[in-house]
């Protein structure tokens, strides 16, 4: 219940390609779905982030569409860059806790 | 602000000795997060604190680990006795309440190797 369910595990797209990452959640108390961006050697840092009562937030070239029935979000990146490259976790939270996907190394080709 | 502080950025330690990582959080914040990394599980949240009171600690793996937050700007993740399998990158994470659902802030994070 607690879980929150990511795919795919990595991702390879062409540069000004559109990436796409899917997660699913089963608790429906989760009130907030953070996306965060982990380069390496750093810590995760907060991306992009919707509430479940709206169905699309966008910044930039980056787009969270979340669909509460189906208890599914997804992030889209357009026109993908290189410096895109890098792991991307979904996360839910209730509160304070906040609960993370396993990831998803992406992977950008120039 | 310098950010989240954690130290230190690297430890390698034989099995069965006590490890300590320590984390100076934002200042300001009050709510503290501690985190484990690996290919495997992904991001496993171990236990968080909200003005220094431990408030859920279900995901601490066994008794081996304990964490302390003494005061506002300190907190140590402790595991005694070390094992192999413990090794991972384990972050640190701060946010401020009242205001609900806002960022949290990540370390650099602790590579710990045990062996």
């Known amino acids: 219940q607690q879980q929150v369910k990511q795919s795919p595990q990595s991702l390879i797209v062409q540069k000004g390609g559109i990436s796409i990452i899917n997660c699913a959640y089963e608790?429906?108390?989760?009130?907030?779905f953070p996306w965060y961006q982990q380069f390496p050697g750093k810590g995760p840092a907060l991306l992009i982030a919707?509430?479940?009562?709206?169905s699309e937030k966008k910044e930039g070239r980056f787009t969270i569409s979340f669909n509460k029935s189906a208890k599914q979000f997804s992030l889209h990146i357009m026109d993908s860059q290189p410096g895109d490259s890098a792991t991307y976790f979904c996360?839910?939270?209730?509160?304070?806790?906040?609960?993370f996907g396993k990831g998803t190394r992406l992977h950008i080709l120039p | 602000d310098a950010g989240v502080i954690q130290s230190p950025r690297h430890e390698v330690t034989e099995m069965g000795q006590e490890v300590t990582l320590r984390c100076k959080p934002i200042?300001?914040?009050?709510?503290l997060f501690w985190y484990r990394q690996t290919m495997m599980r992904g991001l496993e949240l171990l236990i968080y604190f909200n003005n220094n009171v431990p408030i859920d600690d279900s995901g601490m793996p066994e008794d081996r680990f304990s964490a302390k937050m003494p005061n506002a700007s300190f907190s140590t993740l402790k595991i005694q006795p070390s094992e192999p399998r413990d090794s991972a990158v384990y972050f640190c994470?701060?946010?401020?309440?009242?205001?609900?659902?806002?960022?949290?802030?990540f370390g650099q994070g602790t590579r710990l190797t045990v062996v």
């Open positions: 996360a839910a939270s209730i509160k304070d806790k906040i609960i």
């Open positions: 919707i509430r479940p009562d709206v």
């Open positions: 200042s300001g914040h009050n709510s």
């Open positions: 608790n429906t108390a989760f009130d907030y």
């Open positions: 994470a701060s946010s401020y309440r009242p205001r609900a659902n806002t960022e949290a802030f």
